[in-house]
């Protein structure tokens, strides 16, 4: 039996490779970062990995046996904005059992609405939350609307004073499912 092939984008971690490559996986030499080439050798993986988003296009040409390590339309539940936006079109559908959200507005949208409910919630803290970014970065807390410090879009919510911690500290939880076992190498490796 051949060996699995894959193809990484620019950026991809070293672990993916280094998970990969103890699974007996084997790199394709193809060093184009797309999916649109003809040629039978850019076409010869079974797994591509890397950073940036495909296109829908890209997706939908994948042979049977082909995966890619993301999901179309995975933004609606990983960009903050998207997130905050279907959340509150579930609460509309479900009711309360959305009710584990915090208040919360995209700004600057939404940002008439927070304004006069920041304005009824005087002393509450808030925290604002960049579009785009990660890992705590632009995140801020402000009582004030002047601490607000809006730079872009954002998502703003009330402030949880006790979150559920895990030994101390603040976390999420994301779930990736995969269909190939090399995912499974990586979860206790990393």
Sequence with gaps: MLPRRYKLGPEAPALIQRMLHAKGWVETSS?????????SLESDWSLFWRLDRFKPTEVTSCMGDQRVNHFLKSGEITQKDNLQRNIKRMKTIWGP????????YTLPLEKVA???Q?????????ISKPRGLSQGRGIHVFDTLAGLNQTGPCVVQKYI???LLIAGYKHDLRLHPFHFDIIHAIYHSA
């Design 161 to 163: 004073h006790r979150p």
């Design 97 to 104: 059992v959305y009710d584990f959200i915090p208040t919360s």
């Design 114 to 116: 927070f304004e006069r």
């Design 118 to 126: 920041f304005s009824h919630d005087v002393g509450e803290a808030w």
């Design 31 to 39: 060093s184009s970062s797309s999916l649109s080439s003809s040629s």
